[in-house]
């Protein structure tokens, strides 16, 4: 199962989200003003020199230490690029500034090519893992490529596991292998339950009861930026690094998921049962109350729906849900003319570390409630 539009509209969300505190990701200091390769330099129309510029309203102004060398936000303008460390540049026949400057980004990468390599090289076990799910590591094929099981089980990193379970696909046996890994690092997550059922279409109440034990479902949504910016090469333009985490969303976003139509049907078909209907409520409860995915409130509040749970429990949640991206995001659309600029920069790496820390669902309710009015 996809996440589908509501995914990809927080893609482009992401990235024009300001107004809150910045939270700062350990071991990634911003870099210096970075010059263009020479070759680069030459291929390229001039670019105009960035100006300084009144900062608009509700743009935070990080602290000293974290823009020093930068170079000073442009004006909201859409007759140029405005890259981070890179410069402003005009834009190219038939552009608007929210389209990718592939031309740009492919020459930096290719410098960008060997300390990436070099990097990861010692980086952890994580940043290894995501680089190959984004197709950055030494051996990628040219293409994003599933985390082999055999790396799973080689480690004690649960999300590795989740990256493992999310790349097989179809094949039953690398899901079951996965699952069986994430399952032991973390018995208490319903995520590598649902894995574990692999393709059985019925479920009887005593399984509906063994998975009503669990307390979370937790798909670890938003490691994957994290961790390739963990491994980021000193010096290299902050411009890049929200292509990266452009990209890394976009996996995550295209990620599949466990199919939770066997325990809708289930639940359904087990109504009259007193026990196996407390068990699918629970259920309900555990994917509303703690999911790390708006994706998994939605599925937690259908089977809710299936399962009788009041509305009481159900609607504030709901309402919730509907209004998240709008308020969460909706009055910051500024950043949206420069997606890659200094700015968006700083809004990225804020929205990063708090899906991060909270996951999806977590970072948005945490903006809901800094942009709910106070309390009369």
Known sequence: MSRGHTAAWLLVAALVVVGWAWVALPGLPPEPLHPLPPALAASLPRAEPPRAAAVPPGVPTPAASATAGAAPLAPWRRDHWDLCDVGRLPLAPGSSPDDPPQHVFDSLAAGLAPQWLATL?????????????????????????????????????????????????????????????????????????????????R??????????????????????????????????????????????????????????????????????????????????????????????????????????????????????????????FGQDEQLALQPWSCASHVAMLAWVGETRQHGEWGALQRRLAAAAPPPR
């Open 121 to 201: 090289a010692s980086a952890p076990e994580r940043s290894r893992a995501a680089a190959r799910r984004l197709g950055l590591s030494a051996d990628a094929a040219g293409g994003p490529e599933p985390v082999p099981v055999s790396m799973a089980e080689a480690s004690a990193d649960p999300v590795i596991s989740a990256w493992a379970a999310q790349g097989c696909a179809g094949d039953a046996t690398c899901r079951a292998a996965a699952a069986r890994r994430w399952l032991a690092l973390e018995p208490d997550n319903l995520a590598p339950r649902l894995w574990a059922l692999g393709d059985a279409q």
């Open 203 to 328: 479920l009887d109440p005593a399984v509906l009861q063994g998975l009503a034990t669990a307390r979370r479902f937790d798909v670890h949504f938003g490691q994957l930026a994290p961790a390739l910016l963990a491994a980021w090469p000193a010096g290299q333009p902050r411009a890049l690094q929200v292509d990266l985490v452009v990209r890394a969303i976009g996996v995550e976003a295209a990620a599949v998921l466990p199919a939770l139509q066997p325990l809708t049907s289930a639940c359904r078909e087990h109504a009259a049962n007193e026990h196996a209907r407390a068990a699918c409520q629970q259920l309900a409860r555990t994917l509303i109350r703690h999911s790390d995915t708006m994706l998994g409130v939605g599925l937690g509040l259908g089977l809710g729906r299936v399962a009788g749970l009041p509305a009481a429990e159900t609607e504030p949640v709901r309402a919730q849900l509907n209004q998240s991206p709008a308020v969460a």
